[in-house]
């Protein structure tokens, strides 16, 4: 036993001494970032490397702030990506529920459309999405063209459908014999069970949201409506940067996924693990 146990020691040891070097590695640029938020766009371009913060976080806030209004970009991306993310989780844990449970004509097919909606590249589908939802429904400007175009995520779909599967189906025919009805049984049985996997499809569809640039850079045109990253992206103008408006906006920007993944870790990690055992 005192041989295993040294011998476990010992993994353990040589495990974390590469796995820190790599998290050191992974943690550097996010670092600099935040030591860039903190100089003046004059710093940032100095030869010298720097690698400890300096004072000039709030000045570069303010100039941040009085070019682009980023509190309230933050606050739209904010109640777009949470009202984003719960409608999205709830519409593909329905979507997966049919697919893994249901029989129905047409079945295998539904899954193969949706297997090769994975396949496109957003640009493929962006104009005539545009179009659809600018021109013919008249959306631009408003939440509801930020929130619904991309609700249905295949992905989301599918990682759903693989969870429910998972589900032994003798619990939910233990239900429907004991006169529980469908909606019932998805709501207060499968949901519950699934409570990591949707944890880690928030995560996934939070941060989708949360760095989407290009469809609310099309879609909205007013300067009230703009999202954090694309009002981030106006401060790149054909004359003058503002590197460090930039960094700090990026520093506020990472502080949310950041806020997210660390409450939601342990789900995320077992939502993962339960799929990779699958």
Not at 47 to 68: C, G, H, M, R, Y
Not at 251 to 263: G, K, S, Y
């Amino acid at each position: 036993m005192r041989s295993k146990s040294q011998s476990l020691l010992v993994r353990q040891i040589a495990l974390h001494a590469v796995l820190a070097p790599l998290a050191l590695i992974w943690l550097f640029p996010l670092w600099m970032m935040f030591v860039f938020s903190t100089m003046p766009d004059n710093g940032i371009f100095n030869p010298e490397i720097v690698l400890w913060p300096s004072t000039n976080f709030v000045e570069n806030f303010k100039n941040l702030q009085a070019d682009t209004d980023f509190i309230g970009a933050m606050v739209i991306s904010i109640g777009v990506a949470l009202i984003y993310t719960a409608l999205s989780v709830m519409l593909t844990s329905m979507a997966g529920w049919a697919l893994a449970r249901y029989r129905f004509v047409g079945r295998s097919i539904v899954i193969a459309i949706i297997l090769g909606t994975i396949t496109l590249p957003f640009s493929v589908v962006v104009i005539p999405q545009f179009i659809m939802v600018a021109r013919e429904f008249k959306l631009a400007n408003t939440w509801v063209a930020l929130i619904v175009p991309p609700l249905f995520n295949s992905l989301g779909v599918l990682f759903m459908r693989q969870s429910f599967s998972m589900m032994p189906g003798e619990l939910f025919d233990a239900a429907r014999v004991e006169g529980v009805k469908e909606w019932q049984i998805f709501l207060r049985i499968a949901l519950p069970l699934a409570r990591p996997t949707m944890a880690a499809l928030a995560i996934i569809l939070f941060l989708h949201s949360w760095n989407n640039y290009l469809w609310p850079l099309l879609i909205n045109s007013r300067p009230g409506m703009m999202t954090a990253p694309v009002a981030l992206g106006t401060l790149i103008g054909l004359t003058k940067v503002s590197w460090g408006g930039i960094m700090a906006g990026a520093v506020l920007l990472t502080a949310p996924i950041l806020v997210v993944f660390v409450a939601l870790q342990r789900h995320f990690i077992a939502g993962i693990a339960a799929g990779a055992i699958k």
